[in-house]
């Protein structure tokens, strides 16, 4: 290749980069403001939790004086760590349950096409669409008949009750793509419909699990408005709860609010950089499998 036609070469592969640069800087601009609206609230949250009560500075300016006191008081207290365990005991269970019953009921959704299934399918479809608060009333009247008041299987249930048709409906559509000749197999080689599932479709369910672990973990963990009716003991409340104490009709202490929730969302951070690397693990083993 002659010296001219290298320099062309090079001159064209120069303006094709520059094209694509240009083509995608809008996205890089999109990206950068998606980042910024998650950024600024945490970027506020964490000043705020080193601010003290007569700080006149604004929400966005840094603190007059850097003050450790509303970590120190809160840790002091020891009701954080009450509502750690409290939260951990509703999001861990209610997760295990949820990711348990919807796996094993989306199985034989996803595998059998019949009208009765298609049924059940629209009826999750339908609840999922109901807003949890819409029925409270009637909830908590349920909960009082069942004296489960002031108990954590009370909760428990009802986070279940209402994040179980979502987790049915992404295992079933996950489980769907899994080809039907992996059973047939396990089938030829001996294996029952419990032992297909278990040895054959589990492993393969790594990802979703990690999907659901995270959102619906992060939702229990999150969870206000039916821990405020279920869970009134001192003792019982969730970090949620906790944090709803430094507001008052006398006054608001929002450098006591803002520690209180980074404090809660470290726990949850770590939980969910952990079950980041098993999805993407997950994701390389269903490829190659």
Same mark, same amino acid.
């Given at each position: 290749?002659?010296?001219?036609?290298?320099?062309?070469?090079?001159?064209?592969?120069?303006?094709?980069?520059?094209?694509?640069?240009?083509?995608?800087?809008?996205?890089?601009?999109?990206?950068?403001?998606?980042?910024?609206?998650?950024?600024?609230?945490?970027?506020?949250?964490?000043?705020?939790?080193?601010?003290?009560?007569?700080?006149?500075?604004?929400?966005?300016?840094?603190?007059?004086?850097?003050?450790?006191?509303?970590?120190?008081?809160?840790?002091?207290?020891?009701?954080?760590?009450?509502?750690?365990?409290?939260?951990?005991?509703?999001?861990?269970?209610?997760?295990?349950?949820?990711?348990?019953?919807?796996?094993?009921?989306?199985?034989?959704?996803?595998?059998?096409? #019949?009208?009765? =299934?298609?049924?059940?399918?629209?009826?999750?479809?339908? %609840?999922?669409? @109901?807003? +949890?608060? *819409? $029925?409270?009333?009637?909830?908590?009247?349920?909960?009082?008949?069942?004296?489960?008041?002031?108990?954590?299987?009370?909760?428990?249930?009802?986070?279940?009750?209402?994040?179980?048709?979502?987790?049915?409906?992404?295992?079933?559509?996950?489980?769907?793509?899994?080809?039907?000749?992996?059973?047939?197999?396990?089938?030829?080689?001996?294996?029952?419909?419990?032992?297909?599932?278990?040895?054959?479709?589990?492993?393969?369910?790594?990802?979703?699990?990690?999907?659901?672990?995270?959102?619906?973990?992060?939702?229990?963990?999150?969870?206000?408005?039916?821990?405020?009716?279920?869970?009134?003991?001192?003792?019982?409340?969730?970090?949620?709860?906790?944090?709803?104490?430094?507001?008052? #009709?006398?006054? =608001?202490?929002?450098?006591?609010?803002?520690?209180?929730? %980074?404090?809660? @969302?470290? +726990?949850? *951070? $770590?939980?969910?950089?952990?079950?980041?690397?098993?999805?993407?693990?997950?994701?390389?083993?269903?490829?190659?499998?």
């Amino acid at each position: 290749m002659s010296r001219e036609k290298k320099n062309k070469f090079k001159e064209e592969e120069q303006h094709f980069y520059a094209g694509q640069k240009k083509g995608y800087l809008w996205k890089y601009l999109l990206a950068f403001l998606v980042a910024a609206v998650y950024i600024i609230p945490l970027y506020v949250l964490v000043l705020q939790s080193f601010k003290g009560i007569s700080d006149a500075s604004s929400a966005l300016g840094m603190p007059e004086v850097f003050r450790l006191e509303n970590y120190t008081s809160i840790i002091k207290d020891g009701t954080i760590f009450r509502a750690f365990k409290n939260s951990g005991i509703v999001a861990v269970c209610t997760t295990v349950i949820e990711i348990v019953l919807a796996c094993m009921a989306a199985y034989p959704l996803a595998r059998n096409d #019949s009208k009765f =299934n298609r049924f059940i399918r629209t009826v999750f479809m339908g %609840v999922m669409m @109901i807003p +949890p608060l *819409t $029925i409270l009333v009637g909830v908590y009247n349920f909960l009082v008949g069942a004296k489960a008041i002031n108990t954590y299987w009370g909760l428990i249930s009802v986070l279940v009750a209402f994040g179980l048709p979502m987790a049915v409906f992404i295992f079933s559509n996950f489980i769907s793509s899994i080809p039907k000749s992996l059973d047939e197999a396990s089938i030829i080689d001996g294996a029952n419909i419990l032992q297909t599932f278990f040895y054959i479709i589990l492993p393969q369910l790594k990802p979703v699990i990690a999907t659901v672990t995270i959102l619906h973990g992060v939702s229990a963990w999150n969870e206000y408005a039916y821990s405020m009716y279920v869970l009134q003991k001192p003792e019982m409340m969730t970090i949620t709860l906790t944090i709803k104490k430094y507001f008052s #009709s006398v006054g =608001n202490n929002y450098g006591g609010a803002a520690a209180a929730a %980074v404090l809660a @969302i470290l +726990p949850i *951070t $770590i939980v969910y950089l952990v079950l980041q690397d098993a999805f993407v693990q997950g994701q390389v083993d269903s490829a190659i499998k």
